[in-house]
């Protein structure tokens, strides 16, 4: 993040979320001056540093307003490791259930996973040039073009009275007469050859090529909360018995295609320091992981019993170890959590955020209520960010070489649709309007690949056709959406 967060400023960071997300304003702020705070941080010295904690978030809203996809695009403008969990699948440590620590290996998981990421396309071009060379040698020995090798006189002895004496040198056995013309015809033909797999030209051929057995049996150790709670690496333990894939190889049948993306991937595995990628990624994991915890109100005890839930408030305080700052094992190592940054999202229908334990609600000092989302709202939504739902239908319908395009009206009929449907049932926010034009669409999307050629235009009255006039009955919209 450091190379990268000098330039996102709350100002840009706001404004690339501001793509993919319409309004909620206050809580892109919010996240924003977190996120720069992070990159803050890295310039301190580190005794300072160690002391200056994360400003945790508390997003409060209605489902459908933004809060997840927030979340999700933050981390994705730091390059930073992300986890989405759910509140509610966790239990009080002894109690049925995942352990809420989990979610630090999850995103130690997730860390490893993207600085390999990384790494790999690093070393994108020499793995390439590598699996292809391997292609050739391959397909040089299969199509018996390999090149002529003189044979290796014999250089053996024996002892004869404790003396070591060496044979006479064996003269080498002549080679077979080949013409120069044989010859030239042979290095063209290995020219050719380079050439065809540089041009992409004999993907298709099959061939039987040497690569890396990775079908070994796996040893599963599992405790009441998973092995790594127990301390026990199982791949040590695969290793020490031999049961890894290490340097085992076999025999395939792949077309090229497959065989060089197999090969790339060995070539690339070979290229990393697994070492280095582990020390980074916990230490990304460490100071710039975000974790965002969903649900977090169903986790509020119901009250009026005698002593703790252990359902609810059991997790609360289990989870309050962690966001505090403590001390995770992990099978890479163990990490700290005291400088992860932790959202926490619910609807808090039911409960207000004071009904959260005290000390939970004090490691969450920031809190942004999102708005629920307005008509012209999801007017905007349809139409104005990058994967708007509008753009993602007309890109699908061009699959099938069929012009499919919304006009103002259409947009504001469908939008108004949802919004009413919202007001009258449930309201699921946005998610709504992927229901709307999922049944305005049904038809024609079954359809599409015999409308080749065909330009739909999704205007009120395509709308109110197929919708019917139903679309605003009260009484139907519940069986209509």
Not at 341 to 354: I, V
Request: proline content about 4%; charged content about 30%; aromatic content about 4%.
């Amino acid at each position: 993040m450091s190379d990268i967060g000098k330039s996102l400023t709350p100002r840009e960071i706001t404004r690339r979320l501001d793509e993919y997300i319409v309004g909620q304003q206050k809580a892109k702020r919010a996240v924003a001056v977190a996120l720069r705070n992070r990159w803050r941080r890295r310039q301190l010295g580190a005794e300072l540093a160690a002391d200056v904690y994360p400003k945790n978030i508390l997003l409060i809203g209605p489902t459908g307003v933004g809060k997840t996809e927030i979340a999700r695009r933050l981390a994705t403008l730091a390059r930073a490791p992300f986890v989405k969990v759910e509140a509610t699948k966790y239990s009080e440590v002894g109690y049925h259930g995942r352990d809420v620590e989990s979610m630090v290996r999850d995103l130690v998981d997730e860390a490893v996973a993207l600085v390999r990421g990384e790494k790999v396309k690093e070393v994108d071009d020499k793995a390439a040039a590598a699996a292809e060379e391997r292609l050739y040698r391959t397909l040089l020995d299969e199509r018996a073009l390999a090149e002529y090798l003189d044979p290796v006189p014999d250089r053996s002895g024996t002892m004869e009275g404790g003396i070591w004496r060496p044979h006479p040198a064996t003269a080498p056995s002549p080679l077979p007469a080949h013409t120069p013309h044989e010859l030239a015809e042979r290095e063209q033909a290995r020219v050719r050859l380079r050439a065809d797999l540089a041009a992409r030209r004999i993907e298709r051929e099959v061939l039987e090529i040497e690569v890396r057995d990775t079908k070994t049996p796996t040893l599963n150790i599992m405790g009441p909360q998973g092995q790594d709670t127990m301390g026990i690496d199982a791949q040590a333990l695969q290793e020490l018995w031999g049961r890894t894939p290490g340097n085992k190889t076999k025999v395939r049948k792949l077309t090229i295609g497959e065989a060089r993306r197999i090969l790339h991937e060995e070539e690339a595995h070979k290229l990393l320091d697994e070492d280095a990628i582990v020390q980074e990624a916990l230490d990304r994991a460490q100071n710039d992981g975000i974790l965002f915890v969903d649900e977090i109100d169903k986790i509020v005890g119901g009250g009026g019993g005698d002593g703790p839930d252990v359902s609810r408030e059991g997790v609360q305080r289990d989870l309050l170890s962690v966001v505090e700052g403590c001390t995770v094992y992990t099978r890479y190592g163990h990490v700290r959590t005291d400088h992860v940054l932790f959202l926490a999202a619910g609807a808090f229908h039911f409960h207000k955020p004071s009904d959260l334990i005290p000390e939970l609600q004090g490691r969450f000092p920031v809190r942004v209520a999102l708005q629920s989302l307005t008509e012209a709202d999801f007017v905007r939504i349809l139409s104005e960010p990058k994967n708007a739902l509008a753009r993602q239908y007309e890109a699908l319908f061009r699959t099938e070489d069929v012009e499919l395009t919304f006009t103002r009206d259409g947009l504001e009929r469908l939008a108004a649709l949802a919004f009413r449907a919202n007001q009258t049932t449930q309201d699921i926010g946005a998610r709504r309007l992927m229901t709307i034009l999922e049944k305005c669409l049904e038809d024609l999307s079954f359809d599409a690949d015999e409308r080749r050629g065909q330009r739909i235009v999704v205007d009120r009255k395509l709308v109110d056709d197929r919708l019917g006039e139903t679309g605003d009955d009260v009484d139907l919209i519940p069986y209509k959406m």
